[in-house]
């Protein structure tokens, strides 16, 4: 029979034949949202390619672009994941492929040439692929996941920015209503509004706008507050799945020993249960499907942490086993810390960039996988003349310490780590810098066995 799109049956996703799906797969992140830890580059992906740009020109760097793009994500991508026995993906996208800042409101064709690809290959393999806008125009969070090159998320500020993701998503739905093998539009990631007013009444608009281009697709909504708040949600909606991000505190660069205390905290495997059935009450109460559409630990290649970091996942997925929950971990291809495959250390680009990715992770550029303290000396005296002189300051969304760090180091290091990123460039003639976008393929990555032996028993 024709196949239909995934629906929701009460707490289960089902396909066209009527049986249970249980959604597992990651997320292809760094991909049409390039992120510096993933990809090895500093900042901000918008303020990186500006960089590239000038060093490239706009020829050189568009053409350097594409070939990685094309790479990154490709057929052996997809039949590997299909041979591992998973179903299904989500693809993070930057705004910026379909619309231009400069263009708002009108939708960039040619844009969508790799989420097209990946769709069809995903549906020549079995594999759903979910929709996920990850950065929105004027940011919906504060961080560089978002493209956000400040801290400020002027997105609830500004109707211009909602009037705009409204109509990219009546274009993007319009665009694949008929592609059965997309499983939904996962319409906002993470979003972070500290008035915990305006998220609710958005998706409210947004959903709608939505449901009377496409009717039939699922549609994904993440809490507030990176996916962890679901309380303002009143009556779930038809269609329509609350997703949770279930980051362990113990799994981040800053980690301490699992079972043991970060950031103040005991966590043990009991806490990481507490943690979850918290965030995934709403979805339980409801009876709506459970999906954990972010989560994993970061890897040092250093045994003694890693081993910690593998009971991490193991007491994850056996708690999402029980509970039958659908999830995307974080996720697929990186040069080796958190992903599924890894570029090998023989590869052009890790020899190349090893070095400055070395340099980024002493000074704690990166805003995921360092220990977010960096060279102590500098950063630990401004934590205290914050601390010492705003005792009472505990801004949205994370606290003082994350508030330091990020403008410190996230923006004010990693700028200027940007620009020498782009200089490692220069002098480059396009048969280098083919090899070095030629690097991120399947065929010069190896597998994180243990990693996608866990992910396939879960």
Known sequence: MTHRNLSARGSQFVDADGQDVRLRGPNIGGWLLMENFITGYAANESFMRAQVRRVLGEDRAARFFERLLTAFYNEADVAFLAEQGFNAVRVNVNYRHLESDAKPFEVIESGFRHLDRAVELGAKHGIYTMIDLHALPGYQNQDWHSDNPTHVDTFWDHPHFQDRVVHLWEAIADRYKDQHWVSGYNLMNEPADATRQRVGPYYDRLVAAVKAVDPDHLIFL???????????????????????????????????????????????????????????????????????SEFSPIYFNDEAKDVQRRQILADQLEIYTRYGVSWQSWMYKDLGRQGMVGLRPDTPYRQRFDPFVAKKFRLAADGWGSDEVGPAEITQPVQDLVAREFPDFDPYPFGRFHFVRRLLLNITVAEPLAEEYAELLRGLDDSELDALADSFSFESCQVRESLVDQFKAG
Do not use: C, M
């Open 222 to 292: 993440d809490g507030n507050t990176y996916s962890t708040e679901f309380e303002f949600f009143e009556e779930p909606q038809d269609g329509v799945v609350y997703a949770l991000h279930d980051y362990v505190a113990s799994g981040f660069g800053r980690g301490g020993p699992y079972p043991g205390v970060t950031d103040g905290t005991y966590i043990d495997r009991d806490v990481v249960e507490e943690k979850f059935l918290k965030r995934s009450e709403y979805a339980r109460r409801t009876g709506t499907p459970i999906v954990v």
